[in-house]
């Protein structure tokens, strides 16, 4: 009971410290890419936050599971520094040990990935999209910014007025340049507003000019006005397209398994796999020399991770494109790191090396020539 509440008490402590460092990272570089997506018009600066955070939601699967592999490759080395394995192995317990402790800490974790993967990954992507197209599909005299041209949601008009009021009801020194039907119309206003007529919103302008010329030149007509109305689109919240297999519900992957379906799947679920294999990794690559630093085991041990997620990245590729199959990929990728990780694991834990493998061969090499 000493043994495990130790190791279950430190390994809170690595856990928290980590992720509460690794999220700080990623909520830093995810608001500095949506405000500059948002500064390309792509996100609502007023929404910056609520992409952000559903970004973020998105990413906590690989962060517990690096959080969870870091704390155990630190709390084990440090173990090895302070010399605390001996004590632990003189007193008979092995290193395959600390896989009963290790596995109550991390099962809560473990449960909390896969639902994440599974569930909560599918939504946040979903929110954003939402939130994204709602922004895109705003109508034309939404897009309009004091200051600054504005091209329409159809790309056929330009707007740009200079001061507006209070209410957004109303502009100043107002220009809009139309390209419909293969003429240019370029129309420019002191002031205008915006009014309801018939359930559509037009804008009226007052005190302005109108400049009408067809493409080829051919045709020039310049009129001027006391007051103009023009019919603007209002917000168009129609549903898009289909949605990418990243933001579909898992069951919706499972109810259509389409290749891209399954290279979805077989990444979500190989977020769940890879976070309980790299609870086996981290034991075998937590034995450092307690004489020479441990920062080559943390080096590894990110190595391991980076290599084992751009897998998990591949596999979903190759699953999409059909050069892999999605029970097979799954099987060949976790369970082979599965097996390879317990095989070292079993290694260290009974001390095998090559010498001793050699001397047990001679032995019975020996006894199987005299034994006639």
């Not at 998105?58 to 090895?80: E, K, N, Q």
């Not at 100043?172 to 139309?178: G, K």
């Not at 023009?230 to 919706?252: C, F, I, W, Y």
């Amino acid at each position: 009971m000493l043994f495990h509440s130790s190791l279950r008490k430190e390994l809170a402590r690595s856990f928290g410290a980590t992720l509460v460092v690794l999220v700080t990272i990623v909520m830093t570089m995810t608001l500095i890419r949506t405000l500059g997506q948002a500064t390309r018009g792509s996100v609502n600066p007023s929404e910056v936050m609520m992409v952000m955070g559903y970004t973020v939601l998105g990413y906590l699967p690989p962060i517990l599971t690096l959080s969870l592999f870091i704390a155990i490759v630190g709390t084990i080395s440090r173990m090895y520094r302070d010399s605390e394995m001996v004590i632990w192995f003189s007193s008979g317990r092995g290193l395959s040990g600390f896989l009963p402790p290790l596995f109550r800490f991390a099962w809560p974790v473990l449960v909390v990935i896969a639902v994440l993967a599974l569930g909560i990954w599918p939504w946040s992507n979903q929110q954003t999209q939402d939130l994204r197209e709602r922004y895109g599909k705003r109508g034309d005299l939404e897009r309009v910014t004091p200051g600054q041209f504005q091209e329409s949601a159809s790309g056929s008009r330009v707007f740009f007025l200079d001061k507006d009021t209070p209410d957004n009801r109303s502009g100043r020194n107002i220009f809009i340049s139309t390209n419909e039907r293969g003429r240019e119309t370029v129309t420019s206003a002191r002031s205008g507003r915006i009014d309801i007529i018939n359930d559509s919103q037009y804008l009226l302008l007052s005190n302005g000019q109108r400049l009408e010329s067809s493409r080829d030149g051919a045709e020039l007509k310049i009129s001027e006005f006391e007051e103009y109305g023009n019919r603007v689109s209002g917000a168009d919240l129609g549903v898009g397209g289909d949605s990418p297999a990243k933001a579909r519900s898992t069951l919706a992957l499972l109810l259509e398994p389409t290749r891209i379906h399954q290279g979805e799947l077989a990444w979500r679920i190989g977020l769940a796999l890879a976070a309980l294999n790299f609870v086996v990794i981290a034991v075998t690559v937590s034995s450092v020399n307690p004489r020479a630093g441990r920062s080559g085991n943390l080096v590894f041990a990110l190595f391991a991770f980076i290599v084992y997620y751009n897998l998990l990245n591949l596999g979903q590729s190759w699953i999409g494109s059909g050069r892999a199959s999605f029970a097979g990929f799954l099987l060949v990728l976790h369970g082979g790191v599965m097996v390879m990780g317990l095989l070292w694991l079993a290694k260290q834990h009974n001390n095998w090396t090559w010498r001793v493998l050699l001397r047990r061969r001679q032995p019975a090499a020996s006894a199987g020539e005299s034994a006639p």
